[in-house]
């Protein structure tokens, strides 16, 4: 794979997070694990721990972004980790000086989400205000997005170099695949 410019923007070099995957009671840090591509070639993996339910999220990942070289774009399924801890995309993109873009194969129901926070998860009115300046996500290919210091472009351009099998970028799957297989033995039979 080689680099592929939109819009002036390198996108050669991402790294893709994902939370291990827990059970429903369990409460204390979950396992989150970045991948990092150059190109198509898996680069470097790091793993940090978040709360669940908590709010060092963006601290964490700003974290094990800086352990990786050469990033140009920070992946993130979905706009939590570890149930309700909340990345504020926007500090994390200014911390790293990286665009984020944040993927969802359906477009999630805020009504749901707003009502979940406000109702049952401790600090749930701050998580839903960064729920709320994410913006809604919005159709982007065969997936919807979220996205900070890019175009839709230049989104589309990303989700094009770094799709190889399927809809869901190789970042991504790979920290998906990698989270569930340390947390459970064996990731297969999982969907990515």
Request: aromatic residues 6%; hydrophobic residues 45%.
């Amino acid at each position: 794979m080689r680099s592929v410019y939109a819009a002036g923007v390198k996108l050669s070099h991402a790294i893709g997070f994902d939370d291990a995957p827990f059970a429903r009671d369990f409460r204390g840090d979950v396992r989150v694990f970045g991948a990092a591509y150059a190109g198509a070639t898996l680069h470097a993996v790091v793993s940090g721990k978040v709360r669940r339910d908590g709010r060092n999220s963006t601290d964490e990942l700003i974290r094990l972004v800086g352990q990786t070289e050469h990033l140009q774009l920070i992946f993130l399924q979905g706009i939590a980790l570890a149930g309700f801890n909340v990345v504020d995309i926007h500090a994390l993109s200014k911390a790293t000086g990286l665009p984020v873009l944040v993927v969802a194969r359906r477009k999630p129901n805020l009504e749901n989400i707003r009502r979940a926070l406000l109702e049952h998860v401790s600090g749930g009115a701050r998580k839903w205000r960064l729920v709320q300046q994410a913006g809604e996500m919005e159709p982007c290919g065969d997936v919807f997005v979220q996205r900070v210091s890019l175009d839709l472009a230049q989104a589309e351009a990303a989700l094009r170099t770094f799709s190889q099998t399927g809809q869901v970028p190789e970042p991504l799957r790979t920290a998906h695949l990698i989270a569930g297989g340390v947390a459970r033995g064996s990731s297969a039979g999982q969907r990515v």
